[in-house]
């Protein structure tokens, strides 16, 4: 250890103006100096920490005050106010004057920098056209989205604008890196009959079909000033502008009319109007509308009124007169302080509540409830529980497949076993790998002269005893291979693939090798495709609360309220991170991102998917997460060949749940297609 | 010359029995932290149904072979074959003795070292029950190298178990289920570890006690 640096000593004195008062002068080096805590800490000669809490006591005697600037805290006060009076999820206010920039380019670069929060890889985004969707789209950065597709929300309009439809989506799916899908079309055609034989064209019939899968709209508002977008687009001339219809309207969004309370106005361009139709506009998920200006007021409150908005971004005093509108005083909205929250009940179950008997006991009587309950799929071997075999007839020549490993993943393991997967299973205790005689045990009875595959998950234990089990057997002159499954993408990195444990992946291998094994393939090819069907296993599992053995009976460990682990196994333990929990779809994206970029997946390919629930993970929230991986392979062009999807390798009652994409090329489907018979899986 | 008599030496692997049963809470709570937690639960198992087979008034080696058989062929796990193969070799290596003293004592644990070290794929500062086991072994030879008592060697053994077993606490696991976890398992003991320096501990206690 290096010694520790001498300290000067008359430096550790405060200089004479702060008196003999440390908290004023850490507070000034601080605050007025701009320096950091450590180099604080070395000038006043003291460690880090109790500058830290020199600081943190400043605070509270009141020798340091911290106030928002008047400005943004009215930003803040109007945001909350327009989202608790018209119920949208969010409002951002920008100050309404400042910098040298204009309103224009200021909201659209604070909606460019929301983007993050609002758009999720696979979307597809529609953006109208306008002078703000345009600052909008070039402030937009990186925002390492993948599989997006920007759609023009209309079709195109006169080019004597900079700010047209066409410009507006390019230039968005240029700074997302996003693919962009055109409308070939005028956003206004001359009659209804134009737009029926231009909606006939197949290819603006296949453009127009992505506006029923748009997933986030950015859109503008335009109000009726003489030289406003939709005049200066040039479809609302001084003739229409005079139609009865449109007397009432007090606003354009995509193109469409409405009036002061969001209806939409059906005059004569509504049937020549190509583009995005105000019902399809309200039942996209998330609705951006960017817009700002004191012309704008009428336009925006009509579409906040007529629910078209799911997000607001507008500038102070645009908010300001949009809650003046609606007699909402301003002056009442005194920022409030929040009522302390009530400190949280500390939840610490000590004693986790099970249906077992003796604890000793709970592996035998499981199996011989299961055994009681599927007595046409599993028999026991030689009177042991703990190796059972398949009640279907195996025809000699026929390659024996053996799995196992230990209890605790129910259905896992003794529910894969039956014609067409596994032929024998052997069962250790929960979560231990089985002994080496019980696997011999299974080895003999699957044995029909060609040899036996062992499939098991990569765990030292596992791999001691099954290695063991076939020195005996190969002593026997029984043959055996063994394939470890290694489909937990989490558990270490690609480059050491054959590091990585075998989590619920195990249930497409064992599908597999025991396909292969039903046609009567020899040991080197069931062997083959078992390394085959492994190597096209991804997954990755997370977990929200641990799980408890049935001898403990208590937490294997704990995960804060507001925590997941990400990258769990199937044994109960701590992940490969500890993150902050997420909503289900976000959960599926960091999943989604992980799996996809190791498996490359491309659009076109084909895929097997398993959502796993880890055991204390219900059905619902295993369909939740499906839906939004569905949307994302979607989004890819992936085609999903099959599902499963529900409790198929399990952490006893740990709640969590897995995702596993398997690649499919036409071999493997074949198998996979084939048919089998296991209590657990049946096809 | 100091020794014990291998005839009623079964009793000290009753003793060994005990405290691993005792600690069974202990150590799955340890193992839960960076494995799955069944690590005290299997081991007093094991360790649980070999007392109660084996005969505390016969020889050392043949109680742990009884031990050994449970572990090997019912306990599973990575334990059953690590410590199986363990107590297995150590047994083969004073199989037939009459007296164990400090030579015999140290072939014993090297053996059982070795067995450990043929089986596993681990090494020192893997995090594993080796970093107890090998200082522990080295300890007890260069104590009794340098003229030690038998005593006073199986004390040095015993102390050199317990500190490779804190040394565990800096390590990164490498092999084993917990190896899954990379940096995050650095900062928490070692099951397998933990238990086999209790293991050590033990003999040295046990032996020590009727040298006295």
Not at chain 1, 113 to 127: F, R
Not at chain 1, 363 to 375: H, N, Q, R, S
Not at chain 1, 426 to 438: E, K, Q, Y
Not at chain 2, 68 to 82: A, K
Request: hydrophobic share 40%; glycine share 10%.
């Amino acid at each position: 250890m290096a010694p520790p640096r001498k300290r000067d000593v008359r430096a550790s004195r405060p200089p004479l103006r702060f008196g003999d008062d440390p908290l004023l002068w850490a507070s000034w080096l601080y605050y007025e100096e701009g320096l950091t805590q450590s180099e604080i800490a070395d000038q006043m000669g003291a460690s880090r920490p109790t500058v830290n809490a020199y600081l943190a006591d400043a605070r509270a005697r009141g020798i340091v005050n911290i106030s928002i600037s008047g400005d943004k805290l009215r930003s803040v006060t109007i945001a909350r106010a327009i989202e608790a009076h018209f119920g949208i999820g969010d409002c951002l206010i920008v100050p309404a004057e400042g910098g040298q920039r204009s309103l224009i380019d200021r909201l659209g670069a604070a909606a460019a920098q929301s983007l993050p929060d609002l758009l999720h890889s696979g979307d597809t985004v529609a953006i109208t056209w306008g002078r703000t969707m345009l600052a909008l789209a070039n402030a937009v950065r990186d925002c390492h989205l993948s599989d997006v597709i920007v759609v023009q929300a209309t079709g195109g309009t006169t080019a004597a604008i900079t700010y047209t439809p066409e410009a507006c989506a390019t230039r968005l799916a240029e700074s997302l890196g996003a693919r962009f899908v055109p409308i070939s079309a005028p956003a206004i055609v001359s009659s209804p009959e134009a737009r029926k034989i231009l909606l006939r064209e197949p290819v603006i019939a296949e453009q127009m079909q992505n506006l029923e899968r748009v997933t986030c709209i950015l859109f503008g508002i335009s109000s009726l000033r003489p030289n406003s977008t939709v005049h200066s687009s040039g479809f609302f001339d001084s003739s229409l502008q005079r139609h009865g219809a449109y007397g009432t309207a007090v606003g354009s969004l995509a193109g469409r009319f409405i009036d002061d309370q969001g209806a939409g106005l059906s005059g004569p361009l509504a049937d020549r109007t190509m583009g995005i139709d105000l019902d399809q506009l309200r039942s996209v998920p998330t609705r951006v509308l960017v817009a700002g200006g004191f012309d704008k007021v009428p336009p925006i409150l009509a579409a906040l009124r007529g629910g078209y908005v799911t997000t607001l971004i507008t500038d102070s005093a645009t908010g300001e007169g949009i809650l003046r509108a609606e007699g909402v005083e301003l002056d009442t909205l005194a920022p409030r302080r929040r009522a302390a929250e009530p400190p949280q009940q500390a939840l610490a179950r000590t004693r986790i509540k099970k249906f077992i008997n003796q604890p000793k006991d709970a592996v035998t009587e499981a199996l011989e409830g299961a055994l009681a309950a599927f007595p046409d799929h599993i028999e026991p071997i030689g009177g042991s529980l703990r190796a059972l075999r398949s009640r279907a007839a195996k025809p000699e020549g026929k390659v024996g497949v053996v799995i196992g490993g230990g209890a605790g993943h129910e259905p896992g393991f003794a529910g894969f076993v039956g014609p067409g997967l596994a032929d024998a299973v052997a069962l250790g205790n929960v979560f231990a790998s089985p002994p080496p005689d019980r696997i011999l045990s299974c080895t003999r009875d699957a044995h029909r002269g060609a040899g036996v595959l062992y499939i098991y998950g990569n765990y030292t234990g596992d791999v001691m005893n099954f290695d063991m089990a076939a020195d005996l057997a190969a002593a026997e002159g029984i043959q055996t291979r063994t394939v470890l499954t290694t489909d937990d993408i989490a558990s270490s990195g690609a480059e050491d693939r054959a590091a990585r444990r075998g989590t619920a992946g195990n249930v497409f291998v064992f599908k597999v090798a025991g396909a292969a094994s039903a046609r009567m393939l020899p040991l080197e090819d069931c062997e083959r495709l078992a390394r085959k069907a492994n190597a096209a296993c991804h997954t990755i599992g997370v977990a929200l609360e641990p799980c408890s053995t049935p001898d403990t009976q208590r937490p294997s460990f704990s995960i804060g309220q507001t925590d997941m682990e990400f990258g769990v196994g199937i044994h109960g333990e701590p992940g490969v991170t500890r993150v902050r929990l997420q909503t289900a779809d976000r959960v599926v994206d960091q999943i989604c991102d992980r799996i996809f970029e190791e498996m490359r997946l491309a659009p076109g390919a084909r895929v097997a998917v398993l959502v796993n629930s880890l055991g204390a993970t219900p059905m619902l929230e295993l369909m939740i997460l499906n839906r939004r991986l569905t949307h994302r392979l979607s989004a890819r062009s992936v085609d999903v060949h099959t599902t499963l999807l529900g409790h198929y390798f399990t952490a006893l009652d740990m709640a969590g749940a897995s995702i596993t994409l398997m690649a499919l090329d036409e071999e493997l489907t074949g198998l996979l297609d084939a048919p089998c018979d296991g209590f657990a899986w049946r096809k | 010359m100091q020794a014990i008599d291998n005839k009623g030496a079964g009793a000290i692997v009753s003793e060994i029995a005990t405290a691993i049963v005792d600690n069974k809470a202990y150590l799955s709570e340890i193992d839960g932290k960076i494995g799955d937690g069944d690590h005290g639960v299997n081991m007093a198992k094991g360790f649980g149904r070999a007392a109660d087979r084996l005969d505390p008034a016969g020889t050392l080696d043949e109680a742990m072979q009884v031990l050994s058989d449970v572990l090997m062929s019912e306990i599973g796990g990575s334990m059953g074959p690590l410590y199986g193969m363990m107590f297995s070799d150590m047994a083969d290596s004073i199989e037939g003795a009459e007296q164990i003293d400090a030579e015999a004592f140290g072939k014993m644990i090297r053996a059982g070292l070795e067995g450990v070290q043929d089986i596993g794929s681990a090494k020192v500062g893997d995090k594993t029950l080796l970093d107890a086991f090998s200082p522990a072994v080295e300890t007890f030879d260069a104590a009794t190298a340098e003229g030690k008592s038998f005593a006073e060697a199986l004390q040095a053994m015993k102390a050199a178990a317990a500190e490779g077993r804190d040394s565990t606490i800096d390590m990164v696991a490498k092999v084993g289920r917990s190896s899954r976890l990379g940096e995050r398992s650095r900062g928490v003991l070692d099951a397998g570890a933990t238990s086999c320096a209790m293991i050590l501990g033990c003999f040295a206690d046990s032996i020590g006690n009727r040298l006295a």
